[in-house]
């Protein structure tokens, strides 16, 4: 593989002046320092200065595309990264042929997922660390103008740098009917899809019963009429390991399944979105040896968090982090159940609450809880029940209101409450419970040709960090620059010496496509998450260099 692509990685480069090509440059740069507050630890110490930098290449030629990204992490990736990430190497490269006929062919590296993802997901995110391509080979059918969609597909994972990859190899096939099409319906949409994964790992004599052939089977229906919409999927796991404590259980293995329910309605000025999910022993990996990682390397499949996903730097302190892992050490959980709504009106312009330019307002509720379920635990097994539509204990729940309001010309404002309650013994398997009150005004006034932003928040919580206040200032002027200046106070932390701010303020230039930005400051440490996956984060101290530009 690597003989075939270093080739075409070379013609890429010799053709950059032909107006296929297309490349994108980004660079994440952090030099790291000690204060008052913050020192890095011994080891991190001897490589301050870090960077995580990437160029993607395509080249478009008739029918085929060929495409590559090169990777740097040198001196050393920014902190917390995953530690296969290292040096200058290829990241992905592929070729791919794409025809009207319906047909498209990939060979090296792609991202794809199945139905919601529960099922199959790879995907790239920079700033988690996530980059699980698959490397191998995939068809795209289509037939009869979309009335049957298919996927085949056949590889191994990327795991960290170069010509990595993981130990199992990945066979899979996803099909999809447009069952409304085949009636001439043109108000009424139905699909069905199925999906089949297939892991085959190696037998190893140091996990006893895990088997080498691991399956996973799902069925879908997503239906539309008018402005609603109703989407059903049920997915079946065959037995595979899992993780107990910090080590993988070279014993037990289990079966898993899970179940999504999506439904809503949506017309001008009104929509109202639910979503019920059940998770059992569901997260899937292609290595057994990485089950569980903290990096999220080697996964296989897509669980997010059914939260709201907030924009402000209080709320995102206590954000919860889906929990479809099955473990009896050192706790005894076999997944999640719950369900998210939201609901949205506008009130229109004129009328009492709308005023001259209208009033937006949203609602969110989530509520997560833990399976009910009966776990033995015996010298040589474990087992487990759990029962379907029961629940267990409560850990988490939120409910918000955001209200966003145009006073003039020149004033936009929105007010935003949030109340969580978070189980920090579940979720981050530590101790205690949380409950937190947030309260956030945000303003943007237009001043001439420039923009101002003034952020406020303040955070009630009866344990944990406890107090917080924050405050953020943007002043966006002659349409390329950006100054700001934030800081999160935790005031009241019962731990003297944690009383901190954590502030920073920096500069961007924009300018076409290359965006540029400075900054110093320090970083609160916990999960950072994206798209309701997390990773964890140190604190830190530093100067910062992001630099992102296409060309």
């Known amino acids: 593989m690597k003989k075939i692509f270093l080739p075409i990685i070379y013609l890429l480069a010799h053709t950059a002046l032909h107006a296929q090509f297309n490349a994108s440059l980004e660079s994440n740069n952090q030099y790291y320092v000690d204060d008052a507050k913050i020192k890095l630890a011994e080891t991190e110490a001897k490589d301050r200065l870090r960077s995580n930098t990437y160029l993607t290449m395509t080249y478009k030629y008739k029918q085929f595309t060929v495409g590559a990204q090169l990777e740097s992490y040198e001196p050393k990736a920014l902190l917390n990264y995953y530690p296969g990430f290292k040096d200058v190497n290829l990241g992905t490269y592929y070729v791919n042929y794409n025809n009207e006929k319906g047909l498209d062919v990939t060979l090296g590296h792609f991202y794809e997922q199945f139905g919601s993802g529960l099922a199959l997901r790879t995907w790239e995110d920079r700033q988690l660390g996530i980059a699980n391509s698959l490397v191998g080979a995939r068809v795209k059918y289509s037939i009869a103008d979309n009335l049957v969609n298919i996927k085949a597909l056949y590889g191994k994972q990327r795991i ?3 010509f990595d990859f993981s130990n199992a190899s990945i066979a899979a096939i996803d099909t999809e009917f447009q069952l409304a099409k085949t009636v001439g319906s043109d108000q009424f949409e139905s699909n069905l899809g199925m999906s089949f994964v297939n892991k085959h790992e190696a037998l190893d004599p140091n996990f006893v019963n895990a ?15 008018k402005d609603f919409y109703l989407n059903a999927e049920y997915l079946y796991k065959t037995k595979d390991v899992i993780k107990m404590a910090t080590v ?3 014993t037990n293995v289990y079966s898993g399944n899970a179940m999504n329910l999506a439904f809503g309605f949506a017309k ?11 998770l059992e022993n569901f997260n899937i990996y292609s290595d057994r040896e990485m089950v569980g990682n903290q990096y999220n390397q080697a996964l296989l499949n897509y669980t997010p968090a059914l939260t709201k996903q907030y924009d402000y730097s209080l709320a995102n302190i206590y954000v919860y982090q889906s929990q479809p892992q ?8 076999a997944g999640e159940i719950g369900s998210q709504f939201d609901l949205y009106y506008q009130f229109k312009k004129g009328s009492v609450l709308g005023g001259k330019y209208g009033t937006d307002i949203a609602f969110n509720f989530a509520n997560w809880y833990g399976l009910k379920g009966k776990y033995r635990i015996y010298e040589d097994y474990n087992t487990v029940e759990t029962k379907t539509f029961a629940l267990g204990e409560r850990y988490y729940s939120d409910f918000n209101v955001d209200v966003r309001k145009r006073f003039s010309s020149t004033w936009n404002t929105a007010l935003v409450y949030i109340y969580q309650d978070y189980n920090t013994d579940r979720i981050q398997e530590t101790s205690g419970r949380v409950f937190a ?14 923009s101002l932003k003034v952020e406020l928040q303040h955070q009630w919580a009866d344990s944990s960090y406890r107090n917080w206040a924050a405050g953020l200032t943007e002043f966006n002027f002659k349409k390329n620059w ?8 935790n005031y009241d932390n019962e731990e003297v010496e944690k009383q901190m701010h954590y502030y920073t303020f920096g500069a961007v230039f924009r300018k076409n496509s290359t965006r540029v930005q400075a900054s110093y400051g320090r970083q609160r440490g916990g999960l950072l998450c994206v798209g309701g996956v997390c990773r964890m984060v140190p604190e830190n101290t530093g100067f910062t260099l992001n630099i992102n530009t296409t060309f």
């Open 482 to 489: 950006s100054v700001f200046v934030s800081d999160m106070y």
């Open 248 to 250: 993988v259980d070279p």
């Open 211 to 225: 088997p080498a052939d691991v399956n996973t089977y799902g069925i879908r229906l997503n239906n539309e009429y």
């Open 268 to 278: 001008k000025g009104f929509a109202f979105n639910g979503t019920l999910r059940r």
């Open 160 to 162: 960290g740098m170069g």
């Open 326 to 333: 099955l473990t009896f050490f050192p706790q005894r959980k």
């Open 437 to 450: 009150t947030t309260a956030v005004w945000d303003n943007i006034f237009k001043i001439n040709k420039n």
